[in-house]
């Protein structure tokens, strides 16, 4: 994901608008490094969204699963689903 803002910065950069007139640009390397630099929080930040996201979700099925004698009772017929299929691979594979 930070590599393709590097491309983009990049292809803008090298442009006929930024390599004549007063808006020239003579080395895009630090605005392209940049750019690549950004992308790359970026994307660490969203996916650190979308870990703890998925890890809250799985607390609490255990909290609802425990709460309730080892059966979830709020949570989403897929993740109860998704879950057994788990538990039955498991079983097997021992």
């Known amino acids: 994901m930070s590599i393709a803002s590097e491309l983009f910065a990049f292809l ?30 970026v994307a660490t930040l969203f996916f650190a969204v979308v870990e703890m996201s998925i890890d809250t979700i799985i607390l ?25 299929e788990q538990n039955e691979v498991q079983r097997i594979a021992q």
């Open 12 to 41: 803008m950069l090298d442009t006929h608008k930024y390599k004549s007139s007063h808006n020239k640009i003579t080395s895009p390397l630090f605005p392209v490094l940049a750019c690549w630099g950004l992308g790359y929080v």
């Open 60 to 84: 609490l099925y255990c909290q609802d699963a425990e709460e309730h004698q080892g059966t979830a009772h709020y949570a989403p017929p897929l993740l109860i689903e998704t879950f057994d």
